[in-house]
T-cell receptor
Framework: DAGVTQSPTHLIKTRGQHVTLRCSPI?????VSWYQQVLGQGPQFIFQ???????GRGNFPDRFSARQFPNYSSELNVNALLLGDSALYLC???????????FGSGTRLTIV | GQQLNQSPQSMFIQEGEDVSMNCTSS?????WLWYKQDPGEGPVLLIA?????ELTSNGRLTAQFGITRKDSFLNISASIPSDVGIYFC????????????FGTGTRLKVLA
């Protein structure tokens, strides 16, 4: 069975641009979460969606937004990119909120 | 961003030795998770703990949910070279909240 898949795997953008990252959860998983992992640190929670509704949001500016589609896949959008947005963006899925998450391999975003 | 305290920050051990690491919080958690992350990959779930005092094993790995609900411990017995990586703990405040707080990580290196 396919795990959590994320695309693209790597991306380079310039400051001020916009980016869309995509995630397909494990089949049957209805919950998708997004995390940002800066080099040398643990993942930081950005968003969680369950059944297409936002159920949680971390301490990130409004430049970050996300949505979940009817097939439970998800997109993370970041506007007006800053150098500090350079990080590994991880998507994770679970059957519901009360189980541990399965993470994808992430999208490495570099802002220049 | 908020992160849990993990110790030790890094450790070098000989193959065959046992390893212990822990994670502490100033807040009470209802769920503790332990993940391992290899370079360039997303975290992989090792053990999930759902009840104070719970002791759970997964092969050579054993983790415990601290009785105060503010800490958790991970032990690895008879370490092997493939145990190398970064180990993260993650805590969830309560069921139904969808945000996991991750620790700062313990970097493990195994010397053959």
């Amino acid at each position: 069975d396919a795990g959590v898949t994320q695309s693209p795997t790597h991306l380079i953008k310039t400051r001020g641009q916009h980016v869309t990252l995509r995630c397909s959860p494990i089949s049957g998983h209805k919950s998708v979460s997004w995390y940002q992992q800066v080099l040398g640190q643990g993942p930081q929670f950005i968003f969680q969606y369950y059944e297409k509704e936002e159920r949680g949001r971390g301490n990130f500016p409004d430049r970050f937004s996300a949505r979940q589609f009817p097939n439970y896949s998800s997109e993370l959008n970041v506007n007006a990119l800053l150098l500090g947005d350079s990080a590994l963006y991880l998507c994770a899925s679970s059957p519901d909120s009360n189980y541990g998450y399965t993470f994808g391999s992430g999208t490495r975003l570099t802002i220049v | 961003g908020q992160q849990l305290n993990q110790s030790p920050q890094s450790m070098f051990i000989q193959e065959g030795e046992d390893v212990s690491m822990n994670c502490t919080s100033s807040s009470i958690f209802n769920t503790w998770l332990w993940y391992k992350q290899d370079p360039g990959e997303g975290p992989v779930l090792l053990i999930a703990l759902y009840k104070a005092g719970e002791l759970t094993s997964n092969g050579r790995l054993t983790a415990q949910f601290g009785i105060t609900r503010k800490d958790s411990f991970l032990n690895i017995s008879a370490s092997i070279p493939s145990d190398v990586g970064i180990y993260f703990c993650a805590g969830q405040f309560s069921s139904g909240t969808y945000k996991y707080i991750f620790g700062t990580g313990t970097r493990l290196k195994v010397l053959a």
